[in-house]
Protein backbone atom coordinates (compact mmCIF):
# COMPACT_ATOMS: atom_id res chain seq x y z
CA UNK A 1 0.00 0.00 0.00
CA UNK A 2 2.55 2.43 0.86
CA UNK A 3 5.42 2.66 -1.36
CA UNK A 4 8.23 3.39 1.54
CA UNK A 5 11.46 5.10 -0.20
CA UNK A 6 14.75 4.64 2.53
CA UNK A 7 16.14 7.93 3.81
CA UNK A 8 19.85 8.93 4.17
CA UNK A 9 19.99 8.07 8.30
CA UNK A 10 21.08 11.72 9.01
CA UNK A 11 17.52 13.40 8.75
CA UNK A 12 16.01 10.10 10.96
CA UNK A 13 16.60 11.94 14.05
CA UNK A 14 13.99 13.48 15.40
CA UNK A 15 13.09 12.46 19.00
CA UNK A 16 10.06 10.54 19.35
CA UNK A 17 9.01 12.93 22.10
CA UNK A 18 8.67 15.87 19.73
CA UNK A 19 5.94 13.62 17.86
CA UNK A 20 4.31 11.90 20.58
CA UNK A 21 1.74 13.78 21.62
CA UNK A 22 -0.73 11.71 24.09
CA UNK A 23 -3.49 13.08 26.11
CA UNK A 24 -3.53 13.97 29.55
CA UNK A 25 -3.83 11.04 31.70
CA UNK A 26 -7.07 10.49 33.44
CA UNK A 27 -5.55 8.18 35.80
CA UNK A 28 -4.04 10.69 38.73
CA UNK A 29 -0.08 9.53 39.24
CA UNK A 30 1.46 9.66 42.29
CA UNK A 31 4.94 10.74 42.76
CA UNK A 32 7.25 9.00 43.99
CA UNK A 33 7.60 10.00 47.05
CA UNK A 34 4.05 9.48 47.96
CA UNK A 35 4.50 5.92 46.91
CA UNK A 36 7.25 5.64 49.66
CA UNK A 37 4.67 7.14 52.24
CA UNK A 38 2.80 4.62 51.13
CA UNK A 39 5.21 2.06 51.63
CA UNK A 40 5.80 3.21 54.93
CA UNK A 41 1.82 2.78 56.12
CA UNK A 42 2.19 -0.75 54.59
CA UNK A 43 5.04 -2.01 56.67
CA UNK A 44 3.56 0.00 59.71
CA UNK A 45 0.33 -2.31 59.00
CA UNK A 46 2.15 -5.49 58.96
CA UNK A 47 1.14 -5.68 55.55
CA UNK A 48 4.65 -6.13 53.85
CA UNK A 49 4.28 -9.85 52.95
CA UNK A 50 1.27 -9.25 51.09
CA UNK A 51 2.73 -10.03 47.55
CA UNK A 52 -0.20 -8.22 45.91
CA UNK A 53 -0.05 -5.12 47.52
CA UNK A 54 3.63 -4.95 46.76
CA UNK A 55 3.24 -5.48 42.69
CA UNK A 56 0.55 -2.83 43.40
CA UNK A 57 3.43 -0.21 45.19
CA UNK A 58 5.71 -1.34 42.48
CA UNK A 59 2.79 -0.34 39.55
CA UNK A 60 2.33 2.94 41.43
CA UNK A 61 6.64 3.45 41.46
CA UNK A 62 6.04 2.77 37.15
CA UNK A 63 3.52 5.40 37.05
CA UNK A 64 5.35 7.73 38.26
CA UNK A 65 7.57 10.21 35.96
CA UNK A 66 10.88 9.18 37.51
CA UNK A 67 11.13 5.75 39.23
CA UNK A 68 13.59 5.37 42.03
CA UNK A 69 15.73 2.87 40.47
CA UNK A 70 17.37 1.09 43.46
CA UNK A 71 14.09 1.25 45.57
CA UNK A 72 11.96 -0.77 43.23
CA UNK A 73 14.64 -3.23 42.76
CA UNK A 74 14.54 -3.50 46.76
CA UNK A 75 11.45 -4.35 46.86
CA UNK A 76 11.05 -6.73 43.80
CA UNK A 77 14.16 -8.25 45.38
CA UNK A 78 11.68 -9.68 48.30
CA UNK A 79 9.45 -11.10 46.34
CA UNK A 80 9.89 -14.80 46.81
CA UNK A 81 8.32 -15.85 43.63
CA UNK A 82 7.64 -12.79 41.53
CA UNK A 83 4.47 -12.97 39.27
CA UNK A 84 4.72 -11.37 35.73
CA UNK A 85 2.48 -8.53 37.30
CA UNK A 86 5.40 -7.41 39.13
CA UNK A 87 8.20 -8.12 36.60
CA UNK A 88 6.01 -6.39 34.25
CA UNK A 89 6.32 -3.11 36.36
CA UNK A 90 10.01 -3.50 37.22
CA UNK A 91 10.46 -3.86 33.49
CA UNK A 92 8.47 -0.57 33.07
CA UNK A 93 10.77 1.38 35.72
CA UNK A 94 13.49 0.11 34.09
CA UNK A 95 12.58 0.96 30.55
CA UNK A 96 11.83 4.96 32.07
CA UNK A 97 15.12 4.71 33.58
CA UNK A 98 18.37 6.22 32.11
CA UNK A 99 19.35 2.45 31.48
CA UNK A 100 16.80 0.99 29.62
CA UNK A 101 18.94 -1.92 28.56
CA UNK A 102 18.39 -3.24 32.43
CA UNK A 103 14.66 -4.21 30.95
CA UNK A 104 15.81 -6.10 28.66
CA UNK A 105 18.74 -8.12 31.57
CA UNK A 106 15.95 -8.89 33.64
CA UNK A 107 13.48 -10.09 30.80
CA UNK A 108 16.34 -12.49 30.43
CA UNK A 109 16.88 -13.45 33.91
CA UNK A 110 13.26 -14.36 34.47
CA UNK A 111 12.84 -16.39 31.32
CA UNK A 112 16.00 -18.79 32.60
CA UNK A 113 13.52 -19.28 35.93
CA UNK A 114 11.05 -20.70 33.35
CA UNK A 115 8.60 -17.77 34.41
CA UNK A 116 6.21 -16.92 31.54
CA UNK A 117 5.97 -13.52 30.34
CA UNK A 118 2.56 -12.32 28.71
CA UNK A 119 1.30 -9.52 26.18
CA UNK A 120 2.24 -6.63 28.39
CA UNK A 121 5.88 -7.76 29.21
CA UNK A 122 6.22 -7.29 25.50
CA UNK A 123 5.12 -4.07 25.12
CA UNK A 124 7.25 -2.76 27.76
CA UNK A 125 10.20 -4.36 26.79
CA UNK A 126 9.69 -2.89 23.18
CA UNK A 127 9.20 0.72 25.10
CA UNK A 128 12.90 -0.12 26.51
CA UNK A 129 14.54 -0.89 23.23
CA UNK A 130 12.35 2.14 21.70
CA UNK A 131 14.42 4.36 24.19
CA UNK A 132 17.64 2.67 23.94
CA UNK A 133 17.58 2.28 20.32
CA UNK A 134 18.23 -1.45 20.88
CA UNK A 135 17.50 -2.43 16.97
CA UNK A 136 19.36 -5.94 17.91
CA UNK A 137 17.39 -6.84 21.40
CA UNK A 138 14.46 -5.41 19.98
CA UNK A 139 14.58 -8.21 17.04
CA UNK A 140 15.13 -10.69 19.28
CA UNK A 141 12.21 -10.15 21.30
CA UNK A 142 10.04 -9.70 17.96
CA UNK A 143 11.18 -13.43 17.39
CA UNK A 144 10.35 -14.22 21.35
CA UNK A 145 6.52 -12.74 20.85
CA UNK A 146 6.28 -14.96 18.07
CA UNK A 147 7.15 -18.38 19.70
CA UNK A 148 4.95 -17.63 22.23
CA UNK A 149 2.14 -17.07 20.11
CA UNK A 150 1.59 -13.57 20.84
CA UNK A 151 2.41 -11.90 17.27
CA UNK A 152 -1.41 -10.89 16.72
CA UNK A 153 -1.68 -9.10 20.00
CA UNK A 154 -2.91 -5.39 19.68
CA UNK A 155 -1.00 -4.06 22.24
CA UNK A 156 2.31 -5.98 21.19
CA UNK A 157 1.61 -5.11 17.33
CA UNK A 158 1.92 -1.05 18.20
CA UNK A 159 4.31 -0.78 20.36
CA UNK A 160 6.21 -2.82 17.79
CA UNK A 161 5.45 -0.14 15.02
CA UNK A 162 6.49 2.21 17.76
CA UNK A 163 9.97 0.67 18.29
CA UNK A 164 10.89 0.03 14.61
CA UNK A 165 10.38 3.29 13.68
CA UNK A 166 12.62 4.67 16.86
CA UNK A 167 15.33 2.83 15.78
CA UNK A 168 15.14 4.10 11.73
CA UNK A 169 13.56 0.87 10.45
CA UNK A 170 10.31 2.40 8.93
CA UNK A 171 9.88 -0.43 6.44
CA UNK A 172 9.21 -2.82 9.31
CA UNK A 173 6.84 -0.27 10.87
CA UNK A 174 5.14 -0.43 7.94
CA UNK A 175 5.39 -4.32 7.24
CA UNK A 176 4.08 -5.09 10.77
CA UNK A 177 1.03 -2.18 10.18
CA UNK A 178 0.23 -4.27 7.07
CA UNK A 179 0.73 -7.78 8.21
CA UNK A 180 -2.72 -7.89 10.15
CA UNK A 181 -5.68 -6.05 8.99
CA UNK A 182 -7.55 -7.45 11.56
CA UNK A 183 -5.38 -6.38 14.83
CA UNK A 184 -5.18 -2.45 13.99
CA UNK A 185 -6.93 0.14 16.30
CA UNK A 186 -7.04 3.94 16.20
CA UNK A 187 -3.67 3.46 18.64
CA UNK A 188 -2.01 1.52 15.23
CA UNK A 189 -2.81 3.97 13.03
CA UNK A 190 -1.92 7.01 15.12
CA UNK A 191 1.78 5.13 15.61
CA UNK A 192 2.18 4.53 12.40
CA UNK A 193 1.29 8.21 11.17
CA UNK A 194 3.47 9.65 13.47
CA UNK A 195 6.66 7.07 11.94
CA UNK A 196 5.70 8.74 8.87
CA UNK A 197 5.90 12.23 10.25
CA UNK A 198 8.69 11.46 12.35
CA UNK A 199 10.80 10.30 9.48
CA UNK A 200 9.62 13.33 7.21
CA UNK A 201 7.62 11.39 4.75
CA UNK A 202 4.69 13.90 4.67
CA UNK A 203 3.38 11.84 1.63
CA UNK A 204 3.12 8.18 3.20
CA UNK A 205 1.48 10.58 6.39
CA UNK A 206 -1.44 12.42 3.95
CA UNK A 207 -2.29 9.10 2.38
CA UNK A 208 -2.49 7.29 5.94
CA UNK A 209 -4.38 10.39 7.21
CA UNK A 210 -6.75 10.17 4.33
CA UNK A 211 -6.99 6.25 4.84
CA UNK A 212 -7.71 6.48 8.70
CA UNK A 213 -11.16 4.94 9.39
CA UNK A 214 -11.67 7.48 12.54
CA UNK A 215 -9.39 10.09 13.19
CA UNK A 216 -8.56 11.53 17.03
CA UNK A 217 -7.25 14.90 18.29
CA UNK A 218 -3.93 12.43 18.51
CA UNK A 219 -4.03 12.12 14.72
CA UNK A 220 -4.99 15.78 13.81
CA UNK A 221 -2.09 17.29 16.17
CA UNK A 222 0.47 14.57 14.66
CA UNK A 223 0.33 15.43 10.96
CA UNK A 224 -0.15 19.59 11.71
CA UNK A 225 2.68 18.49 13.49
CA UNK A 226 4.15 16.80 10.39
CA UNK A 227 3.27 19.80 8.45
CA UNK A 228 5.49 22.21 10.45
CA UNK A 229 8.22 19.84 11.00
CA UNK A 230 8.83 19.94 7.31
CA UNK A 231 8.39 23.83 6.65
CA UNK A 232 4.55 23.57 5.31
CA UNK A 233 3.53 26.31 7.68
CA UNK A 234 0.25 27.72 5.33
CA UNK A 235 -1.12 23.79 4.87
CA UNK A 236 -0.70 23.64 9.10
CA UNK A 237 -2.78 26.65 9.17
CA UNK A 238 -5.27 25.63 6.99
CA UNK A 239 -5.48 22.32 8.95
CA UNK A 240 -6.09 23.71 12.26
CA UNK A 241 -8.72 26.20 10.80
CA UNK A 242 -10.09 23.19 9.82
CA UNK A 243 -10.41 21.72 13.40
CA UNK A 244 -11.76 24.50 14.32
CA UNK A 245 -14.94 24.72 11.79
CA UNK A 246 -15.45 20.80 12.39
CA UNK A 247 -15.41 21.49 15.91
CA UNK A 248 -12.89 18.90 17.28
CA UNK A 249 -11.28 18.46 20.18
CA UNK A 250 -7.71 20.34 19.90
CA UNK A 251 -4.79 19.67 21.96
CA UNK A 252 -1.92 21.25 23.36
CA UNK A 253 0.57 19.89 20.79
CA UNK A 254 -1.56 21.12 18.28
CA UNK A 255 -1.49 24.59 19.52
CA UNK A 256 2.19 24.83 20.25
CA UNK A 257 2.88 23.84 16.24
CA UNK A 258 0.67 26.21 15.05
CA UNK A 259 1.88 28.72 17.19
CA UNK A 260 5.01 27.51 15.50
CA UNK A 261 3.95 28.03 11.79
CA UNK A 262 2.30 31.63 12.75
CA UNK A 263 5.53 32.32 14.00
CA UNK A 264 7.67 31.38 11.70
CA UNK A 265 5.53 33.05 9.29
CA UNK A 266 5.35 36.15 11.26
CA UNK A 267 1.34 36.36 11.15
CA UNK A 268 0.23 38.55 14.25
CA UNK A 269 -3.36 37.17 13.62
CA UNK A 270 -3.16 33.85 13.17
CA UNK A 271 -1.16 33.52 16.08
CA UNK A 272 -3.45 36.06 18.22
CA UNK A 273 -6.18 33.76 16.65
CA UNK A 274 -4.11 30.56 18.47
CA UNK A 275 -4.06 32.26 21.78
CA UNK A 276 -7.15 33.41 22.17
CA UNK A 277 -8.49 29.48 21.41
CA UNK A 278 -6.03 28.55 24.17
CA UNK A 279 -7.43 31.05 26.40
CA UNK A 280 -11.49 30.01 25.40
CA UNK A 281 -10.63 26.46 26.20
CA UNK A 282 -8.81 27.09 29.73
CA UNK A 283 -5.81 25.73 28.67
CA UNK A 284 -3.47 25.85 31.37
CA UNK A 285 -0.18 28.08 30.96
CA UNK A 286 2.31 25.14 31.11
CA UNK A 287 5.84 25.76 30.36
CA UNK A 288 5.48 24.82 26.72
CA UNK A 289 2.40 26.36 25.79
CA UNK A 290 3.49 29.92 27.19
CA UNK A 291 6.75 29.61 25.94
CA UNK A 292 5.35 28.83 22.25
CA UNK A 293 3.42 32.37 23.01
CA UNK A 294 6.21 34.52 23.43
CA UNK A 295 8.17 33.16 20.83
CA UNK A 296 5.16 33.52 18.84
CA UNK A 297 4.56 37.44 20.06
CA UNK A 298 8.66 38.14 19.68
CA UNK A 299 8.51 37.02 15.73
CA UNK A 300 5.13 38.89 15.09
CA UNK A 301 6.49 41.86 16.02
CA UNK A 302 4.63 42.41 19.68
CA UNK A 303 7.67 42.14 22.06
CA UNK A 304 5.82 43.95 24.73
CA UNK A 305 3.15 41.30 24.73
CA UNK A 306 6.39 38.41 24.93
CA UNK A 307 7.89 40.65 28.03
CA UNK A 308 4.08 40.83 29.45
CA UNK A 309 3.65 36.68 29.01
CA UNK A 310 7.35 35.95 30.26
CA UNK A 311 6.89 38.31 33.33
CA UNK A 312 3.30 36.51 33.92
CA UNK A 313 4.34 32.85 33.48
CA UNK A 314 3.84 30.40 36.71
CA UNK A 315 6.62 28.21 35.53
CA UNK A 316 9.56 28.55 33.07
CA UNK A 317 12.57 26.59 31.88
CA UNK A 318 15.81 27.58 29.98
CA UNK A 319 14.18 27.63 26.70
CA UNK A 320 11.87 29.95 28.00
CA UNK A 321 14.51 32.48 28.93
CA UNK A 322 16.53 31.65 25.51
CA UNK A 323 13.03 32.70 23.45
CA UNK A 324 12.96 35.94 24.81
CA UNK A 325 16.32 36.54 25.04
CA UNK A 326 16.24 36.02 21.30
CA UNK A 327 13.37 38.00 20.56
CA UNK A 328 14.69 40.93 22.70
CA UNK A 329 18.04 40.51 20.03
CA UNK A 330 15.92 40.62 17.08
CA UNK A 331 13.98 43.77 17.99
CA UNK A 332 17.41 45.65 18.57
CA UNK A 333 16.53 45.71 22.43
CA UNK A 334 20.05 44.86 23.27
CA UNK A 335 20.44 46.18 26.71
CA UNK A 336 17.42 44.44 28.12
CA UNK A 337 18.59 41.70 26.31
CA UNK A 338 21.57 41.24 28.26
CA UNK A 339 19.83 41.91 31.48
CA UNK A 340 17.50 39.25 30.69
CA UNK A 341 20.85 37.23 30.09
CA UNK A 342 22.34 38.64 33.25
CA UNK A 343 19.30 37.40 35.74
CA UNK A 344 19.34 33.87 33.49
CA UNK A 345 22.70 33.31 35.20
CA UNK A 346 21.68 34.33 38.50
CA UNK A 347 19.02 32.18 38.40
CA UNK A 348 21.58 29.84 38.19
CA UNK A 349 20.56 28.44 34.61
CA UNK A 350 23.18 27.39 32.41
CA UNK A 351 23.87 29.21 28.88
CA UNK A 352 23.55 26.95 25.85
CA UNK A 353 24.93 27.46 22.37
CA UNK A 354 21.57 29.41 21.50
CA UNK A 355 21.58 31.12 24.43
CA UNK A 356 24.66 32.93 23.35
CA UNK A 357 23.61 33.49 19.64
CA UNK A 358 20.62 35.70 21.84
CA UNK A 359 23.33 37.61 23.11
CA UNK A 360 26.25 37.53 20.74
CA UNK A 361 23.09 38.87 17.90
CA UNK A 362 22.12 41.56 20.58
CA UNK A 363 24.96 43.03 20.17
CA UNK A 364 25.61 42.82 16.78
CA UNK A 365 22.37 44.17 15.83
CA UNK A 366 23.45 47.06 18.61
CA UNK A 367 27.07 47.26 17.42
CA UNK A 368 28.34 46.90 21.09
CA UNK A 369 31.47 45.48 20.38
CA UNK A 370 33.09 45.63 23.59
CA UNK A 371 30.45 43.82 24.66
CA UNK A 372 30.48 41.59 22.01
CA UNK A 373 34.14 40.78 22.42
CA UNK A 374 33.69 40.35 26.51
CA UNK A 375 30.58 37.69 25.61
CA UNK A 376 32.41 35.80 23.19
CA UNK A 377 35.08 35.25 25.75
CA UNK A 378 32.56 34.29 28.25
CA UNK A 379 31.23 32.03 26.61
CA UNK A 380 34.50 30.35 25.23
CA UNK A 381 36.63 30.74 28.36
CA UNK A 382 34.00 30.56 31.20
CA UNK A 383 31.28 28.31 29.93
CA UNK A 384 33.51 26.03 27.56
CA UNK A 385 30.93 26.31 24.51
CA UNK A 386 32.75 26.02 21.41
CA UNK A 387 31.65 28.76 18.64
CA UNK A 388 29.46 27.60 15.95
CA UNK A 389 29.21 29.21 12.65
CA UNK A 390 26.31 31.40 14.27
CA UNK A 391 28.07 32.56 17.35
CA UNK A 392 31.18 33.55 14.16
CA UNK A 393 28.54 35.37 12.09
CA UNK A 394 27.48 37.72 14.88
CA UNK A 395 31.03 38.20 16.00
CA UNK A 396 31.93 39.07 12.28
CA UNK A 397 29.42 40.89 11.63
CA UNK A 398 30.03 43.15 14.85
CA UNK A 399 33.59 43.75 14.28
CA UNK A 400 32.99 43.90 10.32
CA UNK A 401 30.69 46.55 10.31
CA UNK A 402 32.03 48.82 13.18
CA UNK A 403 35.08 48.74 10.83
CA UNK A 404 37.16 46.09 12.50
CA UNK A 405 37.94 44.35 9.45
CA UNK A 406 40.84 42.90 10.16
CA UNK A 407 40.21 42.10 13.52
CA UNK A 408 37.37 39.60 11.72
CA UNK A 409 39.61 38.05 9.46
CA UNK A 410 41.84 37.26 12.40
CA UNK A 411 38.77 35.68 14.17
CA UNK A 412 37.71 33.38 10.83
CA UNK A 413 41.48 32.66 10.66
CA UNK A 414 41.66 31.19 14.32
CA UNK A 415 38.00 29.33 13.57
CA UNK A 416 38.03 25.31 13.88
CA UNK A 417 35.42 24.76 11.54
CA UNK A 418 35.33 25.89 7.99
CA UNK A 419 34.27 29.39 7.75
CA UNK A 420 30.89 28.62 5.44
CA UNK A 421 29.63 31.06 2.36
CA UNK A 422 27.24 33.18 4.73
CA UNK A 423 30.41 34.05 6.83
CA UNK A 424 32.28 35.07 3.65
CA UNK A 425 29.67 37.12 2.45
CA UNK A 426 29.62 39.01 5.97
CA UNK A 427 33.14 39.45 5.73
CA UNK A 428 32.10 40.98 2.12
CA UNK A 429 29.19 43.79 3.34
CA UNK A 430 32.25 44.69 5.93
CA UNK A 431 34.96 45.24 3.45
CA UNK A 432 32.01 47.24 0.92
CA UNK A 433 30.82 49.31 3.68
CA UNK A 434 34.62 50.54 5.25
CA UNK A 435 36.21 50.72 1.42
CA UNK A 436 38.39 47.65 2.00
CA UNK A 437 38.80 46.83 -2.10
CA UNK A 438 41.29 44.62 -2.19
CA UNK A 439 40.39 42.40 0.80
CA UNK A 440 37.12 42.58 -0.90
CA UNK A 441 38.03 41.53 -4.34
CA UNK A 442 40.05 38.65 -2.73
CA UNK A 443 36.85 37.26 -0.72
CA UNK A 444 34.68 38.42 -3.57
CA UNK A 445 36.50 35.51 -6.07
CA UNK A 446 36.45 33.13 -3.30
CA UNK A 447 33.00 33.65 -2.69
CA UNK A 448 31.91 32.80 -6.48
CA UNK A 449 34.18 29.88 -6.71
CA UNK A 450 32.73 28.37 -3.68
CA UNK A 451 28.74 29.07 -4.42
CA UNK A 452 28.65 30.24 -8.13
CA UNK A 453 24.94 29.80 -8.08
CA UNK A 454 24.34 32.69 -5.61
CA UNK A 455 24.00 35.97 -7.45
CA UNK A 456 23.90 37.99 -4.79
CA UNK A 457 27.99 37.81 -4.24
CA UNK A 458 28.74 38.75 -8.12
CA UNK A 459 25.95 41.69 -6.94
CA UNK A 460 28.44 42.26 -4.02
CA UNK A 461 32.18 42.10 -5.57
CA UNK A 462 30.52 44.60 -8.27
CA UNK A 463 29.54 46.67 -5.85
CA UNK A 464 33.24 46.99 -4.59
CA UNK A 465 34.67 47.34 -8.23
CA UNK A 466 32.09 50.50 -8.69
CA UNK A 467 32.78 52.17 -5.60
CA UNK A 468 36.24 52.14 -6.67
CA UNK A 469 35.60 53.20 -10.32
CA UNK A 470 36.46 50.06 -11.68
CA UNK A 471 34.10 50.02 -13.96
CA UNK A 472 35.75 47.03 -16.89
CA UNK A 473 35.64 44.65 -13.70
CA UNK A 474 31.89 45.65 -12.94
CA UNK A 475 30.69 44.59 -16.39
CA UNK A 476 32.84 41.84 -16.44
CA UNK A 477 31.19 40.36 -13.04
CA UNK A 478 27.90 41.11 -14.36
CA UNK A 479 28.43 39.50 -17.84
CA UNK A 480 30.19 36.24 -15.34
CA UNK A 481 26.78 36.17 -13.36
CA UNK A 482 24.63 36.10 -16.71
CA UNK A 483 26.54 33.59 -18.59
CA UNK A 484 26.10 31.24 -15.05
CA UNK A 485 22.42 31.89 -15.17
CA UNK A 486 22.46 32.75 -11.45
CA UNK A 487 19.66 31.92 -8.97
CA UNK A 488 18.33 35.11 -7.29
CA UNK A 489 16.71 34.76 -4.19
CA UNK A 490 13.17 35.50 -5.14
CA UNK A 491 12.16 38.28 -2.38
CA UNK A 492 8.84 38.10 -1.24
CA UNK A 493 6.90 40.32 1.43
CA UNK A 494 3.94 39.71 2.99
CA UNK A 495 0.96 41.30 5.34
CA UNK A 496 -2.03 40.09 6.74
CA UNK A 497 -5.39 42.14 5.70
CA UNK A 498 -8.94 41.15 6.66
CA UNK A 499 -8.13 37.67 7.47
CA UNK A 500 -6.31 36.93 4.51
CA UNK A 501 -2.36 36.75 3.96
CA UNK A 502 -1.51 39.18 0.91
CA UNK A 503 1.92 37.96 -0.60
CA UNK A 504 3.69 39.74 -3.04
CA UNK A 505 7.45 39.76 -5.06
CA UNK A 506 8.89 42.69 -6.57
CA UNK A 507 6.76 44.05 -9.28
CA UNK A 508 3.87 41.74 -8.49
CA UNK A 509 0.35 42.89 -10.86
CA UNK A 510 -1.36 39.68 -9.83
CA UNK A 511 -2.95 41.41 -6.92
CA UNK A 512 -6.83 41.90 -7.56
CA UNK A 513 -6.34 45.27 -6.33
CA UNK A 514 -3.28 46.40 -8.16
CA UNK A 515 -4.77 48.81 -9.25
CA UNK A 516 -5.50 50.81 -6.44
CA UNK A 517 -2.42 49.90 -4.90
CA UNK A 518 -0.35 51.22 -8.10
CA UNK A 519 -2.55 54.42 -7.25
CA UNK A 520 -1.25 54.51 -3.96
CA UNK A 521 2.14 54.02 -4.84
CA UNK A 522 2.01 57.16 -6.87
CA UNK A 523 0.36 58.70 -3.65
CA UNK A 524 3.49 58.00 -1.67
CA UNK A 525 5.73 58.80 -4.09
CA UNK A 526 3.80 62.17 -4.13
CA UNK A 527 4.18 62.92 -0.86
CA UNK A 528 7.49 61.82 0.48
CA UNK A 529 8.95 63.49 -2.82
CA UNK A 530 6.90 66.55 -0.75
CA UNK A 531 8.57 65.52 2.49
CA UNK A 532 12.34 66.39 0.63
CA UNK A 533 12.79 62.25 -0.37
CA UNK A 534 15.16 61.78 -3.53
CA UNK A 535 15.69 58.14 -4.28
CA UNK A 536 19.10 56.18 -3.62
CA UNK A 537 20.10 55.09 -7.04
CA UNK A 538 22.70 52.92 -5.76
CA UNK A 539 20.55 50.77 -3.87
CA UNK A 540 19.66 49.87 -7.43
CA UNK A 541 22.86 48.33 -7.77
CA UNK A 542 22.94 47.06 -4.46
CA UNK A 543 19.82 45.51 -4.71
CA UNK A 544 19.14 43.48 -7.89
CA UNK A 545 20.78 40.46 -5.57
CA UNK A 546 18.09 40.35 -3.37
CA UNK A 547 15.01 41.97 -5.64
CA UNK A 548 14.97 41.31 -9.65
CA UNK A 549 16.62 43.89 -10.93
CA UNK A 550 14.56 45.11 -13.64
CA UNK A 551 12.25 46.26 -11.20
CA UNK A 552 12.85 50.31 -10.29
CA UNK A 553 13.05 50.63 -6.33
CA UNK A 554 9.27 51.50 -5.90
CA UNK A 555 7.95 48.71 -6.66
CA UNK A 556 10.35 46.36 -4.25
CA UNK A 557 7.84 43.75 -2.64
CA UNK A 558 7.68 45.43 0.48
CA UNK A 559 6.11 48.51 -0.60
CA UNK A 560 3.81 46.92 -2.77
CA UNK A 561 2.57 45.04 1.02
CA UNK A 562 2.93 49.23 2.46
CA UNK A 563 0.50 50.76 -0.22
CA UNK A 564 -1.91 47.53 0.40
CA UNK A 565 -1.48 47.94 4.41
CA UNK A 566 -2.28 52.01 3.94
CA UNK A 567 -5.55 51.18 1.54
CA UNK A 568 -7.06 48.56 4.37
CA UNK A 569 -6.07 49.05 7.19
CA UNK A 570 -7.84 51.90 9.04
CA UNK A 571 -6.08 55.21 9.95
CA UNK A 572 -3.74 55.35 12.76
CA UNK A 573 -3.64 51.33 12.75
CA UNK A 574 0.10 49.89 12.52
CA UNK A 575 1.30 48.05 9.54
CA UNK A 576 3.03 44.73 10.19
CA UNK A 577 5.04 43.26 6.56
CA UNK A 578 7.14 40.55 7.27
CA UNK A 579 9.93 40.38 4.19
CA UNK A 580 12.24 36.99 3.76
CA UNK A 581 15.12 39.11 2.94
CA UNK A 582 16.79 42.26 3.97
CA UNK A 583 15.52 45.44 3.27
CA UNK A 584 17.08 47.96 1.00
CA UNK A 585 18.56 51.38 1.95
CA UNK A 586 16.45 53.01 -0.59
CA UNK A 587 12.82 51.03 1.39
CA UNK A 588 14.55 51.28 4.60
CA UNK A 589 14.84 55.12 4.04
CA UNK A 590 11.21 55.62 2.00
CA UNK A 591 9.56 53.69 5.04
CA UNK A 592 11.02 55.86 7.50
CA UNK A 593 9.30 58.65 5.34
CA UNK A 594 5.79 56.67 5.40
CA UNK A 595 5.48 56.72 8.66
CA UNK A 596 6.38 60.24 9.41
CA UNK A 597 3.97 61.82 6.77
CA UNK A 598 1.46 59.09 6.79
CA UNK A 599 1.06 59.21 10.41
CA UNK A 600 1.40 55.34 10.51
CA UNK A 601 3.99 53.21 12.80
CA UNK A 602 5.12 50.51 10.71
CA UNK A 603 6.78 47.27 11.78
CA UNK A 604 9.01 44.95 9.44
CA UNK A 605 10.42 42.14 10.01
CA UNK A 606 13.09 41.07 7.50
CA UNK A 607 15.56 38.73 6.67
CA UNK A 608 17.89 39.02 9.85
CA UNK A 609 15.60 42.03 12.45
CA UNK A 610 12.87 43.93 13.26
CA UNK A 611 12.41 47.55 11.73
CA UNK A 612 10.14 49.57 13.85
CA UNK A 613 9.54 52.63 11.83
CA UNK A 614 7.72 55.75 13.70
CA UNK A 615 7.44 59.29 13.17
CA UNK A 616 10.12 59.14 10.54
CA UNK A 617 12.56 57.27 12.65
CA UNK A 618 13.64 53.43 12.61
CA UNK A 619 14.34 50.95 15.81
CA UNK A 620 17.23 49.72 14.13
CA UNK A 621 18.97 53.55 14.41
CA UNK A 622 19.82 52.82 10.79
CA UNK A 623 22.33 49.97 11.65
CA UNK A 624 21.56 47.15 10.35
ZN1 LIG B 1 13.97 47.73 -1.44
ZN1 LIG C 1 15.54 49.90 10.48
Not at 197 to 204: A, N, S
Request: aromatic share 8%; hydrophobic share 40%; proline share 3%.
Amino acid sequence: MFSYKPKPQSVLSLSSKTIYHSSPPTTIFRSANQTKQSHARIIVSGLAGDAKLMAHLLLSLALSSAPPLQYSLSIYQNFKYPSVFATNNLIRCFAKSDSPCRSVFLYSSVLRKHAKPNNHTFTFLFQACSEALGMEEGAQIHAHVVKFGLADDLFIRNALINFYSACSRLECSVKVFEESLSSRDLVTWNTTLACFVRDGQIGLAEELFDEMPERDVISWSTIIAGYVQIGHLEQALKLFRDVREKGLRVNEAMLVSVLSAAAQLGLLEHGKLVHSVAKSLKFPMTTSLGTSLIDMYAKCGCIEQSKLLFSNMPQKDSWTWNVLICGLATHGLAKEALALFGSFINEGFAPATVTFIGVLSACSRAGLVEKGRHYFKLMTENYGIEPEMEHYGCMVDLLGRAGFVNEAVELIDKMQVTPDPVLWATLLGACKIHGYAELGEKIGHKLIKLDPSHGGHYVQLSTIYAKVNKWEEVIRVRRLMIERNTNKAAGWSLIEAHGRVHKFVAGDREHERFMEIRKMLETIGTRIAEAGYSPNISSVLHDIGDEEKEIVLKEHSERLAIALGLLVTPDGECIRVVKNLRVCEDCHEVSKIISKVFVREIIVRDGSRFHHFKDGTCSCGDFW
